[in-house]
């Protein structure tokens, strides 16, 4: 049976190209992708990850009516992560839990590099949240604007190496984890540029990664704690409609 | 000058009398509220959380624009915390971050007694993000849902001293902070049933405690890092209308 | 292609039946099997643990010869896996480590059921080493020895659904994760006896966990990390014989 | 009805004008201030805070009999803190304590800038007795024992700037709190010098700092626990004198 | 060579009989005792053992100028272990700091038995300040104060065995250490009670530990760091007498 | 009565000299030494350590076969640590566990100066499993393999004292620990550079600094719990032969 994962990209910006998780598709998994219609153009603050949330809520909802049979989150700032697993009941995973715990699996401490430096108390915290700060090297920004990643992936290739090489030698990194999901596509030069420098360190993609890993979760038949994330009760909300989640 | 201080009772049910703050009123401080209009009829889960944000940043840019000196917002979840705290420059306080920083200052451990057992993750999330884990002796619930404890305040009350004494006998708390700003009112009730059960122990009622660390920030001219909450960059958000923070 | 995952069950007991994998194997997964020849006949104590590792070593090294895309140690202590790791390249996975990430992704705290209250400072210290203990609501035993597992099934079961119960009330557990590989098979189990109590809790079955995020980890490039584990320097061994590894 | 705060400074030097704290007396707030006649010139390490403890002590039960309404300890190292509390019933804050929460709910992480750096094991081990180490960015020392600092306020100031902007761009603190009391008075021209590097960054001058939150205590009738820091036990002390504590 | 270990019991209550270390003395070791003149009768609260404090230094100084090689504080608060490490040279040992890392070496986990629950708070923070919060099971009282504890022997010691053997099972204790230097004597008959109980536990009793500990310092030839524990600077002292360390 | 100390160098080499350690025997102290049949040559990685074991484990069932009264493994790896102490009786100690203790008693934060750099992960999670990370200060590396050490101690002994100076200044450590035991000898000639530089900060050798902690515990009769390490059960073992443990 064909395993169905379902990528809710968080914004209102097209930054996927239909053809992104081309490599994806095979006869044994099908990956489908939506964005939000109200929500902020690219996320780079808890204020623009706040109002994605309702969005990403909704299409969770959608995804499970449509059969698939889990969520991928695609945002480092994993919006909605918890609020969905209270809503919906296929596994939902966001990008930087699962690959700060994948990095966590394959060595000593990793180290995270992302857009700007203004995310390292989120990133700080999510890291506490998930209860990984004891492995996390910290944090590195190569200073590039998310929506301005695309336009000029060599320069955003060549700021990545650099600061993954930084966080390998001042941070003592052992695992590189990419901090943003628009970086999607250059863990492999990124790993080569550590190669050249010596150091044999993985890279993590964050969306394909936990796009394997939700397909690993559907395979072991394991979706999240609905003891940790009980649904929502019943009651009156403003503003605010939401599809109805099939019985 | 008087101190004016913007309450943000972060739900649209209509929880708060106008007489809850006249306490609060004097020359040297007034104290204004305001509910959503968008969002829950009550807080008790990560996704009813997530809908309040909007409405509060809303609220909060609008105190800000009438001049008020702080904001408080009303939820022992902390909703919007960051996010308001991003788009604002007055000082903007949550009464669980700040309500267990003054227990932690008050004590050696403190418990924390809120209305249902659900709540148990995002309370431990929260106290892992304030960095107070290693004071903190857990959490009790009184089983009671957030808009029924108003409906019959005497078994909140007795449900609350029970709960209370537990977490000074078993979690040995040296200090309870009532869970949900909905018990407001209850802490001299509580900390009298403590000192009935022989356990001299403060209980702090989150929303007054925080409105008097405002007026304390206030006098002390402090406000919130705009280093660790930078303004929001520009750019198109759909489906949300904010007001505009004059300049 | 097909993914090749080679178990190493590091005891010299028969424990496990050349069926109890017929479950994985497909067009695109072969699960390959082997046992030690020198070592304990189970594993209960580091003593037995430190006995199999220069087994688990020369088996890894045999799996990558055999042209296998990843190694699963079938074992809850994870005995060799970073020695093991130092030797090979393909990755090497231990049931312990995996598990324990995957139970930290699902919910919000996890509990493990195992054999013997003797392991109680193993788990504890591997908790640590892999940075979970925030995440970690304790360890229960069943009070079985692992060779004795497989002889009365059914008491095994209805001990551990007693003990996941306990778990979740007492040590307040979101996520249970068996603790001896000897429970293969025993999760479904034990998950419907967590729903008949009341729990909607997700119970990890370690192994087949594991299998599926070595998987997981093929289909994503993905292996150790060879900063955190460096070759073991040429020197001079005596009394040991491992298999040359294929350039 | 007005409050009363007494400050005591914990040293026999004449540190304090009688004009220090001319900017927080109005109709509600009243502070009074005394120092000791035993105990060292000034404070910086152990022996000395040793030296400090039976004068707070004795000038707390002064200040409860005197009837202030709170007390606050005029020194960084927070000496007699617990002692006091022991010993008398109205609050007694210590500036260090009180400073780095307020710190920790105003930003992402803390830095101290404070005299000597042989003061860092006493304010490492203050961060962790508080329970804040996860918080705290590290200690950074202006070189200058505390007598000097007021000798040359702008020589202080100057070295002050400096170290304030390494604990932002080094420590990556987002909140700096001056770390002694005799820097009283300097947190406004080190918040201008962040911000002239580029830093908007709040500056917590501890003293005036605990005394606002001092007051807050008063106005939501907050003490510490008696529970945490019960009344000595009736028995013989030999060669120390102290006041009677009213009853 | 002979090593010379002075103990200082730091009350002025004759707790110490003078046969009390004739199992220490040997040709290669002498044991010298001494006690205070001010201070407190005992020691059970932060202060009384602040009141302690000046009379420690000052006999370690003396026991510096006596020869002695080594000094021994005779409480389980350690007070003044810090302040006399600054002042003097040779080793200053604490049993609390010692017992608690022995016990860490021993095994899993220690326990704390000591006379009064409310020494809770100060324990803990002497553990957290130790860095040892993660080896540390927790802490049970007999509910005897220190000065009946001799009164009526056999009482402390099965009071002692009860809670070892509450420690061992409800806290997961795995080596106990009496919490109270006038439980000296005791630790033979606490462990042959847990033996009897079933649990082959050590248990240490911490001055004899520390006085082997001690010697052990001085036949290795270390001391405490000058680095952490520098001298105080010179400057006038007001109220205190100290002898002068001999140069 | 003599005390009796085994020493087992966990390695094939001839890297000891008999007249290693005429230092330690006196009429009261016996030192004994050997080393492994089978193993390896050197113990630079986690695979090299786990061949180490077995061999630990027959050396320490001989020792106390022997009447020894305690073992000392010669090793900063600490390799069979916890194996041992499962089969034998008498105290085991490790020279890293029991080195970072004693560095946590003399000082605020340690600093540990080893070989190579890729030891880092082992270091790391010893020193968590040991439970000390909050008083690590981190790690330093000379770059020189095990058996090079001896070849050239001048060489060895002026790179141990640059990188115990970087260690004080920029990892701010308190404490030096030697971290091979191939640097037996060293400690004197670094506390030299180190006090030169301007450091009064204690280096601990740690087989000696064991030696006399294990002579400690004899005289203490203090052994490791043996409700932590709890002997292997009866069963199986194939393709190792162990001496039997005299009754």
Redesign the interface.
Known sequence: MSKHIRVITPI?SDLRAASDFDGFQSP?LTVTTTR???????I????????A???V?ARAIEAQNDGANAVVIDCMGDP?L??AR??VAIPV?GPC??AL??A??????FGVVTVLE?L??LF??MV????????YAGLRAVDI?V?ELEQDMERCTCALIEQAICS?IED?A??VVLGCTGMLGCAEAVRAGLLDAG????V??PV??TI??A??FI??G?????????P??E??????EFPVLDA
Chains 1, 2, 3, 4, 5, 6 share one sequence.
């Open positions: 209102t044994s939000l219609e109200t929500g902020p153009a690219s780079e603050c808890e204020f623009e990850e706040a109002l949330v309702p969005g809520v909605g918890n609020a209270e809503v995973l839990q699962t715990h994948l966590a699996i394959s060595g000593h401490k203004r390292e108390p700080d915290d506490a949240t998930y209860g990984l700060t004891s492995k604007p929506l390998v003592r052992h695992v150091f044999d360190v993985p993590i993609d394909p990664a394997w890993t397909a690993a395979d072991m394991l979706s999240h704690s609905k003891h940790s994330y009980q929502p009760p009651k009156p909300i403003a503003g605010y």
